[in-house]
């Protein structure tokens, strides 16, 4: 076997590797969209090393396969699209499933202490037309509406319905986070609804 053909056998191989690279971060990705609360920094990691690999083997095969080399720059330059596609996934991902604890422990203790008497809605299509157009607050350092959940100053409202959201008759998938701050902190960290 020639210095050339063994070469060509590694960038396969390679070659191989990274599409099966491709497809995990495509799915993690997706994963990521359906059921996350927030935007991956690993996955865009990933994305631009495989988008350097793609780029390294592509000029490799340029300067080093001169036998052959229509093949392998083809498959580089498919390869290297769908590493810019892997990019672009990201980019348009919604969110992914978790950061860290500290993210987590921040949104756990303002759920605790900040929203005594108020609403927290789990499901946003779900909120009444009133609750959505006019919001108390919005929680600190996020987007509401990234976490699909928004809480409003009710209780006036409320008054007449304290006792059937205590025993878990949730009105319009709502928790009474002065009555339950735990269940709604463990509803939100799962992305139930």
Known sequence: MNRNRIIKVILGVLMVLLVVWFCVLSYQDGYA????IYRSRTLLLMAVVLLLCCVVLFF????FCKKGIGKVQICNFVFLILAVASLGLWGNSAATKDEDAEVKAVLKDYIKEEMDGKVLFLNL?????????????DAPYY???DYD???YNVSFY???QQDKEASGDYHWNAYMVKEDAE??????SLGES
Do not use: L, M
């Open 183 to 188: 269940a709604a902190w463990k509803v939100v």
């Open 158 to 160: 409320y008054e007449d």
């Open 125 to 137: 299509t779900e909120v009444p037309r009133s609750f959505y157009q006019n919001p108390s607050a």
């Open 149 to 151: 959940w928004r809480y």
């Open 143 to 145: 987007d509401a509406q």
């Open 33 to 36: 969209r359906d059921y996350g």
């Open 60 to 63: 490799y095969g340029s300067f």
